[in-house]
Protein backbone atom coordinates (compact mmCIF):
# COMPACT_ATOMS: atom_id res chain seq x y z
CA UNK A 1 0.00 0.00 0.00
CA UNK A 2 2.93 2.56 0.96
CA UNK A 3 4.38 1.72 -2.11
CA UNK A 4 1.30 2.27 -4.37
CA UNK A 5 0.79 5.50 -2.81
CA UNK A 6 4.36 6.58 -3.39
CA UNK A 7 4.15 5.61 -7.48
CA UNK A 8 1.00 7.75 -7.19
CA UNK A 9 2.77 10.91 -5.79
CA UNK A 10 6.15 10.24 -7.91
CA UNK A 11 3.31 10.13 -11.05
CA UNK A 12 2.03 13.88 -10.28
CA UNK A 13 5.58 14.69 -9.85
CA UNK A 14 6.12 13.49 -13.98
CA UNK A 15 4.48 16.64 -15.73
CA UNK A 16 6.68 19.00 -13.52
CA UNK A 17 9.72 17.61 -14.53
CA UNK A 18 9.19 17.22 -18.44
CA UNK A 19 8.16 21.01 -18.21
CA UNK A 20 10.62 22.17 -16.39
CA UNK A 21 13.33 20.49 -17.95
CA UNK A 22 15.44 21.32 -21.05
CA UNK A 23 18.53 20.30 -22.89
CA UNK A 24 21.01 21.42 -25.65
CA UNK A 25 23.42 18.51 -26.55
CA UNK A 26 26.42 19.15 -28.71
CA UNK A 27 27.44 15.46 -28.18
CA UNK A 28 24.65 12.82 -29.26
CA UNK A 29 24.19 10.13 -26.55
CA UNK A 30 22.42 6.89 -27.25
CA UNK A 31 20.30 5.25 -24.25
CA UNK A 32 21.08 1.51 -24.53
CA UNK A 33 18.08 -0.33 -22.61
CA UNK A 34 19.20 -3.43 -21.34
CA UNK A 35 16.56 -6.02 -20.14
CA UNK A 36 16.99 -8.64 -17.58
CA UNK A 37 15.39 -12.46 -17.64
CA UNK A 38 12.43 -12.79 -19.88
CA UNK A 39 13.01 -9.40 -21.12
CA UNK A 40 10.97 -6.12 -19.83
CA UNK A 41 7.29 -6.31 -21.01
CA UNK A 42 4.94 -3.61 -21.25
CA UNK A 43 4.54 -2.63 -17.91
CA UNK A 44 8.13 -2.65 -17.07
CA UNK A 45 9.96 0.46 -15.76
CA UNK A 46 12.22 0.39 -18.57
CA UNK A 47 9.79 0.30 -21.08
CA UNK A 48 8.17 3.46 -19.08
CA UNK A 49 11.27 5.03 -19.74
CA UNK A 50 12.01 3.91 -23.23
CA UNK A 51 9.38 5.72 -24.74
CA UNK A 52 11.03 8.91 -22.58
CA UNK A 53 14.11 9.44 -23.78
CA UNK A 54 15.51 10.75 -26.95
CA UNK A 55 18.28 8.18 -28.88
CA UNK A 56 17.17 4.96 -27.49
CA UNK A 57 17.81 1.45 -28.45
CA UNK A 58 16.56 -1.60 -26.48
CA UNK A 59 19.09 -4.72 -27.00
CA UNK A 60 17.35 -7.62 -28.15
CA UNK A 61 18.50 -10.97 -27.11
CA UNK A 62 18.07 -14.41 -29.39
CA UNK A 63 17.13 -16.30 -26.13
CA UNK A 64 15.30 -14.38 -22.96
CA UNK A 65 14.87 -17.53 -21.28
CA UNK A 66 18.80 -18.46 -20.86
CA UNK A 67 20.95 -15.63 -19.06
CA UNK A 68 24.26 -16.43 -20.94
CA UNK A 69 26.97 -13.90 -20.05
CA UNK A 70 29.03 -14.46 -22.95
CA UNK A 71 25.76 -14.26 -25.41
CA UNK A 72 24.07 -11.52 -23.88
CA UNK A 73 27.36 -9.44 -23.43
CA UNK A 74 28.27 -9.58 -27.18
CA UNK A 75 24.61 -8.12 -28.02
CA UNK A 76 25.43 -5.21 -25.76
CA UNK A 77 28.78 -4.82 -26.98
CA UNK A 78 27.02 -4.86 -31.08
CA UNK A 79 25.17 -2.30 -29.74
CA UNK A 80 27.75 -0.28 -28.74
CA UNK A 81 29.39 -1.06 -31.44
CA UNK A 82 26.10 0.38 -33.84
CA UNK A 83 25.86 3.71 -31.98
CA UNK A 84 27.49 7.13 -32.85
CA UNK A 85 28.92 9.17 -30.08
CA UNK A 86 29.25 7.99 -26.29
CA UNK A 87 26.88 5.28 -24.90
CA UNK A 88 24.60 5.30 -21.51
CA UNK A 89 23.46 1.99 -20.66
CA UNK A 90 20.56 1.37 -18.52
CA UNK A 91 19.93 -2.15 -17.17
CA UNK A 92 18.24 -4.05 -15.02
CA UNK A 93 18.63 -7.78 -13.18
CA UNK A 94 20.82 -10.38 -15.27
CA UNK A 95 20.89 -7.51 -18.02
CA UNK A 96 23.35 -5.09 -15.27
CA UNK A 97 25.49 -8.34 -15.53
CA UNK A 98 25.65 -8.07 -19.34
CA UNK A 99 26.21 -4.40 -19.38
CA UNK A 100 29.19 -4.74 -17.44
CA UNK A 101 30.61 -7.25 -19.16
CA UNK A 102 30.42 -5.09 -22.59
CA UNK A 103 31.72 -2.00 -21.09
CA UNK A 104 34.71 -3.62 -19.78
CA UNK A 105 35.69 -4.57 -23.50
CA UNK A 106 34.76 -1.17 -24.83
CA UNK A 107 36.90 1.19 -23.37
CA UNK A 108 35.38 4.75 -24.20
CA UNK A 109 32.66 3.79 -26.08
CA UNK A 110 30.45 3.66 -22.67
CA UNK A 111 30.02 7.55 -20.86
CA UNK A 112 27.29 5.82 -18.11
CA UNK A 113 25.75 2.68 -16.28
CA UNK A 114 22.72 2.56 -14.21
CA UNK A 115 22.64 -1.10 -13.16
CA UNK A 116 19.19 -1.20 -11.38
CA UNK A 117 18.40 -4.26 -8.98
CA UNK A 118 21.77 -6.29 -10.65
CA UNK A 119 21.24 -10.27 -10.22
CA UNK A 120 23.85 -12.31 -7.79
CA UNK A 121 26.89 -13.02 -10.35
CA UNK A 122 27.31 -15.97 -8.53
CA UNK A 123 24.33 -17.21 -8.58
CA UNK A 124 24.93 -17.80 -11.87
CA UNK A 125 28.27 -18.50 -11.97
CA UNK A 126 30.01 -15.91 -13.58
CA UNK A 127 31.29 -13.89 -10.58
CA UNK A 128 34.93 -14.91 -11.65
CA UNK A 129 34.42 -13.48 -14.88
CA UNK A 130 33.25 -10.07 -14.09
CA UNK A 131 35.47 -9.59 -10.81
CA UNK A 132 37.74 -7.49 -11.85
CA UNK A 133 35.34 -5.33 -14.21
CA UNK A 134 35.81 -2.42 -12.10
CA UNK A 135 34.37 0.15 -14.31
CA UNK A 136 36.27 4.16 -15.02
CA UNK A 137 32.57 5.47 -15.71
CA UNK A 138 29.76 7.04 -14.02
CA UNK A 139 27.92 4.59 -12.55
CA UNK A 140 25.22 3.72 -10.12
CA UNK A 141 23.75 0.33 -8.78
CA UNK A 142 19.86 1.11 -7.29
CA UNK A 143 19.78 -2.04 -5.12
CA UNK A 144 16.71 -2.96 -2.53
CA UNK A 145 16.84 -4.62 0.83
CA UNK A 146 15.13 -7.88 0.15
CA UNK A 147 15.65 -8.48 -3.84
CA UNK A 148 15.21 -12.57 -4.01
CA UNK A 149 18.09 -12.23 -6.70
CA UNK A 150 20.18 -10.26 -4.69
CA UNK A 151 21.43 -9.59 -1.63
CA UNK A 152 21.62 -5.43 -0.30
CA UNK A 153 25.16 -6.60 1.13
CA UNK A 154 26.03 -8.82 -2.18
CA UNK A 155 24.81 -5.45 -4.01
CA UNK A 156 26.79 -3.24 -2.07
CA UNK A 157 29.88 -5.44 -2.63
CA UNK A 158 29.56 -5.35 -6.26
CA UNK A 159 29.22 -1.67 -6.27
CA UNK A 160 32.60 -1.27 -4.18
CA UNK A 161 33.90 -3.77 -6.94
CA UNK A 162 33.08 -2.22 -9.62
CA UNK A 163 33.16 1.66 -8.66
CA UNK A 164 29.82 2.87 -8.35
CA UNK A 165 27.63 4.61 -6.37
CA UNK A 166 24.93 2.72 -4.44
CA UNK A 167 21.43 3.93 -3.96
CA UNK A 168 19.41 1.70 -1.57
CA UNK A 169 15.31 1.85 -2.73
CA UNK A 170 14.76 0.36 1.03
CA UNK A 171 12.21 -2.74 0.61
CA UNK A 172 11.41 -2.52 -3.30
CA UNK A 173 11.97 -6.45 -4.15
CA UNK A 174 13.51 -6.92 -7.90
CA UNK A 175 12.33 -3.07 -8.70
CA UNK A 176 10.44 -4.96 -11.49
CA UNK A 177 6.48 -4.49 -11.95
CA UNK A 178 5.54 -7.41 -8.86
CA UNK A 179 6.88 -5.02 -6.53
CA UNK A 180 5.28 -1.91 -8.06
CA UNK A 181 7.69 -0.40 -10.83
CA UNK A 182 5.71 0.40 -13.74
CA UNK A 183 6.01 3.96 -14.22
CA UNK A 184 8.96 5.44 -12.34
CA UNK A 185 9.64 8.96 -12.14
CA UNK A 186 12.68 8.37 -9.82
CA UNK A 187 14.05 6.19 -11.68
CA UNK A 188 14.02 9.00 -14.41
CA UNK A 189 15.76 11.41 -12.03
CA UNK A 190 18.46 8.72 -11.13
CA UNK A 191 19.37 8.43 -15.42
CA UNK A 192 18.95 12.46 -15.42
CA UNK A 193 22.09 12.79 -12.48
CA UNK A 194 23.61 10.22 -14.24
CA UNK A 195 23.91 11.95 -17.55
CA UNK A 196 24.24 14.86 -15.72
CA UNK A 197 27.90 13.66 -14.89
CA UNK A 198 28.89 12.86 -18.54
CA UNK A 199 27.83 15.90 -20.12
CA UNK A 200 30.23 18.82 -19.53
CA UNK A 201 27.53 21.63 -17.90
CA UNK A 202 27.91 23.79 -20.75
CA UNK A 203 26.11 21.29 -23.00
CA UNK A 204 22.75 21.63 -21.63
CA UNK A 205 20.08 24.34 -20.44
CA UNK A 206 19.26 23.82 -16.49
CA UNK A 207 15.53 24.47 -15.65
CA UNK A 208 15.15 22.80 -12.58
CA UNK A 209 16.10 21.00 -9.56
CA UNK A 210 16.10 17.96 -10.88
CA UNK A 211 18.92 19.14 -14.26
CA UNK A 212 17.53 16.55 -16.36
CA UNK A 213 19.16 15.73 -19.53
CA UNK A 214 16.20 14.22 -20.95
CA UNK A 215 13.63 15.61 -22.97
CA UNK A 216 10.12 14.29 -23.82
Known amino acids: MRRSAEVREEDARTPAIRQQTQIVEQVMTTHL ?4 LHGSGADHWQTWLEARLPNVERVEQADWSTPNL ?9 AI ?3 DGPVVLVAHSFGCLASVEAAAQRPGRVGA ?3 VAPADPERFDVGVFIQDGRLRVPS ?7 DPWMSFDGAAHWASAWGAEL ?3 GAAGHINPAAG ?4 PRGLEILADLRNRVLPPSRYVRHDSVACAIVQ
Open 181 to 184: FGAW
Open 140 to 146: VVVASTN
Open 113 to 115: LML
Open 167 to 169: INL
Open 70 to 78: ELWSARVRA
Open 81 to 83: DRA
Open 33 to 36: IVPG
